[in-house]
């Protein structure tokens, strides 16, 4: 458990977490809210992430997210930025039940609704001002109902007490049966493409020297990390430190995928003037449910600041 009370030596130094949050929902193993939420919420209010990257996001998960911590907030549709720090109607155990929701607009005219059906971004706004933010197309191919809501999603912060400001992004590559492409000649891996468009996005949104993170599901352990240091020049934490790389997916026991093996496909990359402190794939967050909330294990990471 991370204690947000305790002073960080690090006077610029923020945690982030990345996680695919598992969409599907309606059947008894993919129960939500059931023991999910309650288990989604209790990560939150254990690990209190300063950001939090998330794919395969829901509004019912956005919501579970908010209401964990009143000072959250996150890109919505319709040009608004929006805090949402309380659940629902329904009495939950685990949350504070005087808290109400609170809405504030934004400087921008981005107003894609995939930041409410696939991913976002969410913010600690006791420890960092928005600045904008956008999504951009990276030619991720997924099948049709979903195809049209993936993107590089992105949001640019200011941390407060620091002139720099930090650009955010994350993104849900194809998976290998996703595009319907991999299975047939020339079998071409579409993660690489999409790894390389996301470098060419990045750099045009990118200030000069600014601190950048692309965080996310990319359903590769090997050639995406590869394409962002040699391309990029971004690696993950683990790499800097030089820590084993662990599996994120599948969290078991997983009903329906338990006979697929253990891979790394979520990350978290940095560029090379953010220092990494620590790094971890949280690989128990049942947290005494019963039940992992995802299919996929969260990875959280601490990094400092620049001067």
Avoid at 171 to 194: D, F, I, K, M
Avoid at 196 to 206: D, F, G, M
């Amino acid at each position: 458990m991370i204690d947000s009370e305790i002073k960080s030596p690090f006077p610029h130094a923020f945690s982030i977490m990345t996680w695919n949050l598992f969409k599907w929902k309606g059947t008894e193993v993919h129960d939500w809210p059931g023991k999910r939420e309650a288990g989604m919420a209790k990560v939150f209010l254990s690990l209190k992430p300063d950001i939090v990257c998330t794919q395969e996001t829901s509004p019912e998960y956005l919501d579970t997210i908010l209401s964990t911590n009143q000072d959250y907030k996150c890109v919505m549709p319709n040009d608004e930025v929006i805090r949402r720090v309380t659940h629902s109607s329904r009495d939950t155990p685990f949350l504070p039940k005087h808290l109400r929701y609170r809405r504030g607009n934004t400087s921008t005219d981005e107003s894609f609704e995939g930041w409410l059906d696939e991913g976002n971004i969410v913010w600690n706004s006791s420890k960092f001002s928005y600045v904008c933010h956008g999504a951009v197309d990276i030619g991720i191919e997924e099948s049709e109902c979903r195809k049209p809501k993936r993107r590089l999603f992105w949001v640019r912060l200011r941390p407060f007490g620091s002139n720099s400001t930090i650009l955010v992004t994350t993104a849900h590559l194809t998976w290998e049966g996703g595009s319907g492409t991999e299975q047939v000649a020339p079998y071409t891996n579409t993660r690489t493409a999409q790894a390389v468009r996301a470098i060419e996005e990045i750099s045009r949104l990118r200030a000069e020297d600014e601190p950048v993170l692309l965080c996310g599901d990319m359903n590769d352990s090997w050639h995406v990390p590869f394409v962002l240091r040699d391309k990029g020049e971004m690696m993950s934490a683990d790499f800097i430190l030089n820590l084993p790389t662990e599996p994120t997916h599948p969290a078991r026991p997983c009903y329906h995928e338990e006979r697929i093996p253990s891979q790394t496909r979520d990350w978290i990359f940095a560029s090379k003037n953010l220092t990494p402190i620590i790094s971890r794939v949280c690989s128990d967050m049942t947290l005494g449910t019963g039940v992992h909330p995802s299919d996929h294990h969260p990875v959280f990471a601490l990094y400092v600041v620049p001067s």
